[in-house]
Nanobody, 129 residues
């Protein structure tokens, strides 16, 4: 049974920072791919960042590039999303997702929700102006 558990969300003022965590059981991040998504109220869920086995480094959506950093602790089997210079438009529920099928190794699939077959419950991030 694969379980992904996000934590670290909260409320901050614009310009602040938060670090989200995604802890996995039944799924090994060091040998598999994963992604972070977010969904704001009334909006589609969007891909934010990911760490893919076919890449040497994490990849980011343009909207967060330079502000968010994805890292991984293999010993803890946990992935982190360090978010800095937060903006009100970053307000959303953030989800960790994993793929055991290999679909996300195709770069064009990485931003697509259906390419991931495991999801966490989400953690809320609220950024006030």
């Amino acid at each position: 049974l694969v379980q992904l558990v996000e934590s670290g969300g909260g409320s901050v003022q614009a310009g602040g920072s938060l670090r989200l965590s995604c802890a996995a059981s039944g799924y090994t991040f060091s040998s598999n791919s994963m992604g972070w998504f977010r969904q704001a109220p009334g909006k589609e869920r969007e891909w934010v960042a990911g760490l893919y086995t076919s890449d040497d480094a994490p990849t980011y959506a343009d909207s967060v590039k330079g502000r968010f950093t994805l890292s991984r602790d293999n010993a803890e089997n946990t992935v982190y999303l360090q978010m800095t210079s937060l903006k009100p438009e970053d307000t959303a529920t953030y989800y960790c997702a994993a793929d055991s099928t290999g679909l996300v190794e195709v770069p064009d699939n990485r931003h697509l929700q259906w390419a991931y077959n495991y999801w966490g419950q989400g953690t809320q991030v609220t950024v006030s102006s």
